[in-house]
């Protein structure tokens, strides 16, 4: 099929060395969870991409040697000839595809404490290693460097055996051993290896050039640089020598592959960073000073920007990790003209945190994402259903949404009832929070697609109760009524009710996001669960003209958003908007002056004042419904009902992704297997 201008660019072959990607669409490397440990699940995945139309898909980071490993971070491994079977399933799988495989070879150097191998660190100089390991990096010598040089051109070599394309130099995220070299706060050698912008550099170009050597006549060679760090004068940036750096290698690799540093800048959650393509004013320069092709990121999803980056030469291939994650068949649908298919990321970075917490990924908008192998889900076929029989869905929020349109798409006739005037449920009214308006994504791609499918009717303004459901006679009920936050104050670290909270005005995150809430006054947000919410809350209430504090019993602020990469951002933003912040406190009691709070570690009491509380602790699983239909089984028989099942919040609170995901496993299941018959494939260690 032939692409329709103005696309069709996005579909031109692009030579890269000496081998030839068929399109313009380009998976960086991402990290993912699956790594070494599970490489059936990684191929899996990596091959629906290449199904899907990306023309190149790369692995995450590869560790060339036990010198620099990052466990328990679950990366891919080359450190000798048997890591290559598992390599090959990945290069087969994208291969059979027709796109290209990439490998990024890393050196993590400073950055990789060595739990595993237990060998000292390697940086440019002696220093502390960058997690909080109490270990140091030693400085390399010029042994140590000529090894360096050696295993990067061993790995290479090996990365050709298995099949890969394109194999990188990576001098990203300030988590590679070439970077730290170049970056003068880690490099203070006098040799040639340190010193002038050409000595930080000679190493780097040194790297490259032994990849070409060796594996440069079939496998087209990649340097990913990070041009900025963002933080001004203290890193490498555009305004200081990465601009001189790109002049000195500007022709020495087949493709530059650029983007910022580090990790939480480079992949921004859409919270500070809401604009498709952040990255062109730090990255567009590099084109202009290359005759290689360039790929950049900036969570693309839409095709105009990436035509417009083209056309205005910014870049020659688009960059996606997280755009590819949610949504793999992204180039087809570009290329069959199903723009409205898309399935675009909502920058949230819950596919971060399953590398983070070193699992295998998920996504929130993608609910197949890394189920590819292990449950067999592909993000766009589905089982034709096993009954004729119609499906009432309650509740139109993610959970609901997500299992109302693959039981559709599995060709039920379903029935979406949900009790407000729009669809979305909690997707919805938190995107009117500040920076969240992309997770309403997760309702309009659903919503748009449903309202084409024939066989979905959808009712608004429809509050379903037991006497309406009996009524109706469905045979089929999926429950997606959603969760209420508690207004007693119990969650994590209270078990019983907080006293006193008949004293003051307390609210819920629920009132919030109706718009309930004061615009003055000194208000306290108690936040004991530990996600976005209570932060995000904080800068509402901070930005409609309170002065907030907010209080929490963890060790930090939004704590778990340190899995997204987003934590230091936001308590930035909560300062900046003068929050004043106090963690390990938990509430003893409430007076109508304000909050008696007690340190978590010596129980030690101080007041603070406050004219009313926002409560962000726990929620109650919306299962008044279930229980009522529950408690009337003869009805249930009589009105012909087989069954009913709770999905989403209202089975157990969770994240969107959580109810996404659990809408989705419900309607692949429907008819089948009990749910606790059908889980997961496993892989096993081979004994033996
Ligand atoms: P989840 O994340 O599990 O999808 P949400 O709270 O986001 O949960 O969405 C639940 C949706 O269900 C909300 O839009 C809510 O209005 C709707 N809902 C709750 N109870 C009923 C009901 N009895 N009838 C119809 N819709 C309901
Ligand atoms: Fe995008 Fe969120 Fe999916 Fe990651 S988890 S790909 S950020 S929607």
């Not at 009996?470 to 078990?495: C, K, M, Q, V």
Request: glycine share 8%; charged share 25%; hydrophobic share 40%.
């Amino acid at each position: 099929m032939t692409t329709k201008p103005p696309y069709d660019i996005l579909f031109e072959p692009v030579q890269i060395g000496p081998v030839t990607a068929p399109n313009r669409f380009y998976q960086v490397p991402h990290c993912n969870g699956f790594g070494h440990l599970r490489p059936k699940g990684l191929a899996a995945m990596r091959g629906i991409k290449a199904e899907g139309g990306w023309g190149v898909v790369c692995t995450e980071e590869v560790e060339i040697h036990p010198t620099a490993e990052i466990s328990p971070a679950v990366e891919g491994r080359i450190w000798d000839d048997l890591d290559i079977p598992s390599h090959r399933l990945m290069t087969d799988a994208v291969h059979e595809h027709g796109a290209l495989a990439g490998i990024e070879l890393v050196h993590n150097g400073l950055h990789a404490p060595n739990r595993i191998s237990r060998l000292p660190p390697m940086a440019p100089s002696a220093t502390p290693v960058d997690s909080s390991d109490p270990v140091q990096a030693r400085a390399m010598d010029l042994a140590d460097i000529r090894n360096l040089r050696r295993w990067h051109r061993d790995a290479a070599l090996r990365a050709k055996n298995a099949g890969y394309d394109i194999v990188y130099a990576y001098a990203g995220h300030s988590m590679s051993t070439l970077m730290h070299f170049m970056q003068p706060r880690y490099n203070q050698r006098s040799d040639e290896y340190g010193g002038s912008l050409e000595n930080r550099v000679r190493l780097t170009r040194e790297v490259i050039s032994e990849i070409k050597d060796a594996v440069g006549d079939s496998c087209g060679v990649a340097f990913r640089f990070a041009v900025d760090e963002l933080m001004g004068a203290n890193g490498l940036s555009i305004d200081g020598e990465a601009q001189d750096i790109v002049g000195l290698l500007a022709e020495l690799p087949d493709l530059w592959d650029v983007n910022v540093s580090g990790w939480s800048n480079d992949s921004a959650t859409a919270r500070f960073e809401p604009n498709e393509g952040y990255q062109e004013s730090y990255t567009a320069f590099v084109k202009s000073m290359t005759s290689k092709p360039v790929v950049g990121v900036g969570r693309f999803t839409s095709p105009d920007a990436m035509v417009s980056q083209i056309r205005r030469g910014v870049l020659d291939l688009i960059g996606a990790a997280r755009p590819s994650i949610a949504d793999p068949f992204l180039p087809a649908k570009i290329r069959e003209d199903r723009i409205e298919a898309i399935r675009e990321c909502i920058g949230c970075n819950i596919c971060v945190s399953g590398d983070n917490l070193n699992v295998p990924i998920r996504c929130t908008q993608n609910p197949t994402m890394g189920e590819e192998w292990r449950r067999g889900w592909h993000p766009e076929k589905i089982a034709a259903r096993a009954s004729d029989a119609p499906v009432l869905v309650v509740g139109g929020g993610p959970a609901g949404l997500e299992c109302a349109l693959q039981l559709t798409k599995r060709g039920h006739k379903v029935t979406l009832a949900e009790a407000t005037s729009a669809l979305g449920g909690r997707s919805l009214l938190e995107s009117r929070l500040p920076g969240l308006a992309s997770y309403a994504r997760v309702k309009e791609y659903r919503e748009g697609l449903l309202r084409t499918m024939a066989d979905a009717e959808i009712y608004l303004e429809s509050p379903l109760d037991a006497h309406a459901i009996l009524d109706f006679g469905f045979p089929h009920i999926f429950l997606a009524t959603g969760s209420s936050w508690r207004r007693d104050g119990t969650g994590r670290a209270n078990h019983r009710p907080i006293p006193g909270l008949d004293k003051l005005p307390v609210l819920t995150p629920d009132d919030v996001l109706a718009g309930k809430h004061p615009t003055s006054g000194r208000v306290a947000v108690f936040d004991d669960d530990h996600y976005y919410l209570g932060g995000v809350i904080a800068e509402r209430l901070a930005e409609s003209g309170c002065e907030v504090t907010l209080v929490t019993p963890a060790l930090s602020v939004s704590a778990w958003s340190d899995f997204t990469l987003e934590q230091d951002k936001i308590i930035t933003r909560l300062l900046e908007k003068n929050v004043a912040l106090t963690v390990r406190r938990n509430i003893t009691k409430v007076s109508d002056s304000g909050l008696e709070l007690a340190c978590m570690h010596t129980g030690r009491r101080e007041e603070i004042s406050a004219d009313a509380l926002v409560l962000v602790t726990a929620r109650n699983a919306n299962q008044g419904l279930q229980q009522s239909l529950a408690a009337q089984s003869e009805a249930m028989a009589t009105a012909g009902i087989e069954t009913l099942q709770p999905v989403g919040d209202c089975l157990a609170p969770g994240t969107i992704a959580n109810a996404v995901y659990q809408g989705h496993l419900a309607a692949r299941n429907f008819l089948g297997e009990a749910w606790d018959a059908a889980l997961f494939r496993r892989e096993m260690a081979a004994l033996g």
